[in-house]
């Protein structure tokens, strides 16, 4: 995720037996380096959108308990209700709007207790390991106006996280409370189905494939392997769109109407994707949706971008190479955001370096970032430990910088590319944390690199 504040691009970067696998779930055994994650689940979601603008959201979850404990409760994030100054005391933007309605599992009633934006659901019978439980949740909501990231503008809709999304477990639910400067919220892959009713038509923009662009009032998607589902309900007369073709990838773009960016923005953004395909490694998505509505935000193949010319550059780029670093290999992003912030803002420099033919242009905004204000030592602690403007410029100007300093001096952009190309394929679909990114980076280079590591990860 990235932030832009004027026309200088200034950055304050405001982003088993029950595995499945072959139905796209990674509940454990996706992982072959440290801690596996070990719940899994399957969400069948049903939005209905009146004409109010009241959506009422039916979410189905099937947890899938692959671990070697048994669970008495199940732990999700329900993240609109914290996006209020009530539950979020610090929370600048429109209040959302959220009202359980019921909540069941396996069919009965059942009890529950939300804080913030951690809902735990009570089991009456513990889940077993090896067994899988359906939780069901029925809820009203309305979104903030101009909200962060979950967001009604106008006749337009913005859905990031708007569902119920399973924790992560360790030992325990890790849910933290929700924080509007990063992505306070970690969820692992799952398998989706979400259908849709609307008062009218809109133009659907989600986390599966929706194939040709055209207006709908509802309609069905499903997908595999999505770390997080994003949903865009836009007014078709206030944008223009374009398809493209990016290798096997289809992309697809929606800029407002009037704007004159159409044109740029798809030829940029099928140049940037097919060169991260061929410099880092393929991604097995076939579609991305673009648009241009100045959220400048990453989702597993959605990406909120720039709508004015000026900024459009660095911040397609950034959220495209988000794609390959936080979607296809992911990091818990409250307290290593780092790994898929800092990585992506590096591979979005070392592009647009090469697209400019030098080594310094594309890590202008880094610099910036870096000398903007004062940083932290160390980039990965969690994110209620930063200043909101340390977090910035340590995330996405000094650890960019650190890495370009590093491969400056072992072997130029075409070392980094390889190095992460490496790294890309060694961990697509896990999660990664500093630790297992220190021994990889060790290991790659076959010597002690701890001096450099050590000086800015704990």
Partial sequence: MKKWIGVAAAIIVAGSVLLFAANGWCASGCHKHGKPEKIGAGYDLKLVMDKKDTINVNAAITVANSSEKSLKDVGFYLVPNAMNSAETPFYEYGDAALKISSISVNGEKADYQLDNNELLVDLEESLEPQSTVEVEINYKM????????????????YLAHWYPMLGIYKDGWVIE???????????????YKVSYRLPKEYLVATSA?????????????EGENIKDFYMALLDPEEWETERIQADDTELRVFVP?????????????????????????????????????????EYPNVIEVASEREALESVLIHEIAHQWFYYLVTNDPFRESWLDESLTEFTSALYISDQNGDADSGFRDAAFAEEAYPTERYANIPLDDFEE?????????????LLKEFFEANGGAEAAFEFLSAYYNEFQYEQVDSETFKQFFEGYFEEDQSEFLDSWLK
Avoid: C, H, W
């Fill in 177 to 191: 409370d929700y924080d509007p400067k990063g992505e306070s919220y970690d969820t692992g892959y799952g398998k």
């Fill in 142 to 157: 309305r979104l903030p106006e101009y909200g962060m990231r979950l967001s009604q503008v106008e006749n337009n809709y």
């Fill in 257 to 297: 109407t009037g704007s004159g960016i159409l044109e740029t923005t798809a030829e940029m953004a099928a140049d940037a994707y097919s060169y991260f395909e061929e410099r880092i490694g393929d991604n097995p998505n076939r579609e991305l949706d673009i648009i241009a509505n100045d959220g400048y935000m």
């Fill in 389 to 401: 403007t340390a977090y910035y410029s340590t995330i996405y100007g000094k650890i960019p910088m």
């Fill in 209 to 221: 494939e929706d194939g040709q662009i055209a207006p709908a009032d509802s309609g069905t998607v």
